[in-house]
């Protein structure tokens, strides 16, 4: 029996409205093949999604992308979201925001703003997102999230070119009255893996950096929230990927797909089912791609008979496909992995080439 009651309840839904965006950040998690703006989820629809994912306990929305601003019903969907009782929690490149938009996003409902900012060296910020001026906009709206009273999250993703200045981004963060700042490594997916060489820290950079965190958290102690994600190229044990397979949270494509997370389009043979066709209940409960990993009996050695199998969960099963090329195997990231030299000589890979940016 697959009743709902036996299945573990969802924590967060992930709704990426749109694949469009001015940035071309080489990191992006977006798939390389982006969903097309005809094939976007109607308002009524999202409506819908939110309004089902509540009833399956759901309490938080990330309303993500690509830019989520480039979709003019916006302020709509936060409406949405907010009549249908999720606290929401928008993702956004600051970029093609107005400050008019903004503040109808407010009056919505919208709970909570979250910024990326490239680096706090502005030409730097702006070569990264590939988008000149893009810096001085995203300082320019976070000083209008502050002044409307909205909580504020500055996300500072790191790699071989800003590892060297995560004080300066902590700091930058502080100044703009965010209350929270994520220093988070680049994490190989989408556009990422094409850029890999280029973004891929040495082992002391990364040292350095998680050492001077705990330096700035002590230091901003009761100013700001320092959260850290690690890269988990130079980790000896895999992260709990998404908590777990379909343990925790959906991820709904511009174009209805339910994924279990962001990337697992890469793995073949899975079958995802679309809001267009079922509930959100019955996707979370029998869909094809939500069942392929979901618990432990589909692991393979060393993972099947290993202590910490539901501790990490075998770790990333996106990462197991790309580096190992098998699903289910362990995370390559993981030092008993038969594969883990494979982690190690795309580690020790670094080129200064020039970005393959992210195309809209
Ligand atoms: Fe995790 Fe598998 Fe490694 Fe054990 S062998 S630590 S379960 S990835
Ligand atoms: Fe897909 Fe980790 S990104 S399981």
Request: a neutral charge; hydrophobic letters at 40%.
């Amino acid at each position: 029996m697959a009743a709902l009651d036996l299945m573990p309840a969802p924590l967060g839904l992930l709704a990426e409205l749109t694949h469009r965006c001015p940035l071309g950040c080489p990191y992006c998690s977006n798939p390389l093949a982006l969903d097309k703006r005809d094939d976007e989820l109607e308002t009524a629809l999202w409506a819908r999604v939110f309004r089902e994912a509540a009833s399956l306990g759901i309490l938080q929305v990330h309303l993500s992308g690509g830019e989520p601003a480039a979709r003019r019903d916006l302020p709509e969907l936060v409406k949405a979201a907010r009549e249908a009782g999720l606290y929401s929690n928008l993702i956004t490149s600051a970029v093609g925001l107005t400050a008019k938009t903004l503040g109808a996003l407010a009056e919505a409902g919208l709970d909570h703003v979250q910024i990326s900012i490239q680096d706090s060296d502005e030409p730097s910020a702006d070569h990264i997102a590939g988008y000149k001026g893009a810096s001085a906009r995203k300082r320019a709206l976070a000083s209008e999230v502050v002044r409307l009273g909205l909580p504020l999250t500055v996300n500072m993703v790191v790699h071989r070119a800003n590892i060297g200045r995560v004080e300066q981004m902590v700091e930058l963060a502080q100044s703009l009255g965010a209350s929270r700042v994520e220093i988070a490594h680049v994490q190989y997916y989408g556009w990422a893996v094409k850029n890999r060489a280029a973004l891929m820290p040495t082992r002391e950079q990364v040292d350095e950096a998680v050492r001077q965190v705990e330096v700035l958290r002590a230091r901003h102690h009761g100013q700001i929230v320092i959260d850290a994600v690690v890269p988990d190229y130079y980790a000896r044990f895999p992260k709990p990927c998404m908590g777990g397979w379909g343990r925790r949270s959906l991820n709904v494509t511009p174009a209805g797909k339910v994924l279990p997370c962001h990337a697992a389009e890469v793995i073949p043979g899975l079958e995802f089912w679309n809001v267009r066709e079922h509930s959100l209940a019955e996707i979370w409960r029998a869909s094809p791609a939500f069942s392929a990993f979901r618990g432990i009996g589909w692991m393979e050695e060393p993972c099947k008979s290993c202590s910490r199998r539901e501790l990490d969960f075998g770790g990333c099963r996106c990462q197991a496909f790309l580096i190992a090329g098998n699903a289910r195997a362990a995370d390559p990231v993981c030092h008993l992995s038969p594969h883990h030299t494979l982690v190690e000589q795309l580690a020790a890979k670094r080129e200064d080439a020039a970005y393959s940016y992210r195309s809209s």
